[in-house]
């Protein structure tokens, strides 16, 4: 489908009968107060535009002279997914994405020879706040968070500038940790417990907010965090703890309208 953008580590992450069988840590003592919320970025927060899809990847092309097949771009992008794998240290690496990228180029029927500098210039597309949309329900759903005294901080898996982002949406966030600045990517521990240093919060005071079942949600229980799947697309409507988009986010942290 053109236009469409999807996280293919998302995509790559546990299918819904394995996880449905999956035995999850412990949830965190509902005695403790909730101090804060930490918010993955893409697909939670933000959406990615076209520009980072099917037809990104057209424009690019024809940017170094090469007509990239559209068409023929899902089934380029399902090949380079059977090869994409995280190192098993979660240490952050681009050269990961690069390589994923010019996969779905050359599967695209791009030459060889450019497919390399036309990946290198879709991946750079995803370092461009310009390049997303915020959902609607994020500001009112922050506002109220803020009303219930609560910290906020993003935790992102990525190349981007994460305050750089910040400030070109206007979005309110005290911390903001992406991985290419920590070193490792979620769901690595480190980089939750960079975000809950920063803000000076142990992690069973904590939730973690995301789409992704083993990065956000997993990676967050690990640590003692409360964890919610914002599953926007409706993919797992198996698990518990499971919004469609965060208008029900207060109410599933138990915070209480006063
Ligand atoms: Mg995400």
Redesign the pocket.
Known sequence: MAGRVS?PF?EAGPVEGVWENRELPSAVDPSVALQAVLF?????LARPGPELGPEGYLQVGRRHGVELDISLHDQARVAALEKLQKHPDFRHDEELWIQFTERIVIGMGGDPATARQIAREVERAWENSDNFDIYEDVEPVLDELRAHGLKIGLV??GARDLREFVRHHNLDADVTVASRYHGKVKPDPTIFRKALDRLEVEPAEAAMV???LE??IEGARALGMHAVLIDREDRYPEVNERLTDLYGLPAALGLVRA
Not at 40 to 44: K, P, S, Y
């Open positions: 996280d998302r993955d970025v893409d697909f939670t992102s898996n995301g789409d992704h990065d956000d």
